[in-house]
Nanobody, 121 residues
Framework: VQLQAYGGGLVQAGGSLRLSCTVS????????IGWYRQAPGNQREMVAI???????DYADFVKGRFTISRDNAKKEGYLYLDNVEPGDTAVYYC????????????????WGQGTLVTVSS
């Protein structure tokens, strides 16, 4: 299973951005797609996850600003970032796992390379 995240870039505070994640390979049993982020000097943290059936979970700091979605037919996951803040500056990673839903990073065996989001004030 291979994942590729893209769509990052430079955005002004208050703006929006959509990140995409393509999933390829032996993906027939992938259930959960997750988005995680790592800011400079910080540990990687969960942003949002979504199951194949569309059940979602968000980190508290999202505060309704971000929306996770997926298109199972296209084998893609998305993270829409709205009303971004400088604190959202980070490398954003998509990840995938089989089995039950989880927010625990160590339970995700498949990771993309990350895409950088920079929010200017």
């Amino acid at each position: 299973v291979q994942l590729q995240a893209y769509g990052g870039g430079l955005v002004q505070a208050g703006g929006s951005l959509r990140l995409s994640c393509t999933v390829s390979g032996r993906i027939f049993n992938i259930n959960v797609i997750g988005w995680y982020r790592q800011a400079p000097g910080n540990q990687r943290e969960m942003v949002a996850i979504i199951t194949r059936g569309g059940v979602t979970d968000y980190a508290d700091f999202v505060k309704g600003r971000f929306t996770i979605s997926r298109d199972n037919a296209k084998k893609e996951g998305y993270l829409y970032l709205d009303n971004v803040e400088p604190g959202d500056t980070a490398v954003y990673y998509c990840a995938a796992k089989t089995g039950v839903s989880s927010i625990v990073q160590s339970e995700y065996p498949y990771w993309g390379q990350g895409t950088l989001v920079t929010v200017s004030s």
